[in-house]
């Protein structure tokens, strides 16, 4: 099956360990608009704790109406990671987001009642998928 | 006092909501044998940055050989979710964390080398998976 031959390099296929991340390190990864435009950075991932799965980008997007900074979950397949910019990609405009479920930094919404997910995952269900 | 039925309950299939941690609360998770016995505490998950899978927990695993604090990487399909004990369980003797790839505390190995995520891989390829 596999040829782990210590003088080739070992493929592992599509998940390459490079792309490996700390968890404590997500914080102040940049997402940006397909047209290159710095939209907010990473505050944390929400991850399903039994499957392993991220389901959830939390994004600080700043200056908005001019308040503080406000946190937007964004739905993980509304995400592409473009290892260029080393950073995440989101096809959604300034205006998309400020319609979107958000909530004040250094608070969080009841991530532990299933109905808060659900009202994000309809926001951008009609949303374009990267 | 809750009454999750008001319209019927909404069922999102095997991802509830309810399963959600952010990532800069893993710390401290605890980590179980199967038997029971507390091994040590999660310190952080290595995600996969492309695909939003955690690849690996990385568990402090305290008081071997009277040294300080080791970290230990355990591959995510070694681990099972157990929500009764709130942590996660593992099919491993302290025996074989001893003899397991292991850092020490506040350093970290090449995680952007592929080399030493295929040398845990390796050492947990013959251990039962839970």
């Known amino acids: 099956m596999t040829n782990n031959t210590t003088n080739g390099s070992i493929t592992t296929g599509m998940t390459d360990k490079h792309d490996l991340i700390s968890s404590d390190k997500v914080e102040g990864t940049s997402v940006y608009s397909p047209?290159?435009?710095?939209?907010?950075t990473v505050k944390y991932f929400m991850v399903d704790k039994i499957s392993g799965d991220v389901a959830y980008v939390v994004m600080s997007f700043?200056?908005?109406l001019g308040m503080g900074n406000s946190y937007h979950p964004l739905p993980w397949k509304n995400l592409h990671y473009d290892k260029d910019r080393?950073?995440?990609?989101?096809?959604l405009t300034r205006e998309q987001l400020e319609a979107a479920p958000a909530y004040a930094e250094d608070t969080s919404p009841d991530?532990?009642?299933s109905?808060?997910?659900s009202q994000v995952d309809t926001y951008y269900g009609d949303?374009?998928?990267m």
Chains 1, 2 share one sequence.
């Not at 047209?35 to 907010?40: D, I, Q, T, Y």
């Not at 080393?86 to 096809?91: M, P, Q, S």
Request: aromatic letters at 16%.
């Open 35 to 40: 047209s290159g435009e710095k939209l907010g």
């Open 62 to 64: 700043g200056g908005f």
């Open 86 to 91: 080393g950073g995440y990609i989101v096809a």
């Open 111 to 113: 991530w532990t009642n």
């Open 115 to 117: 109905q808060y997910g």
């Open 127 to 129: 949303l374009p998928k």
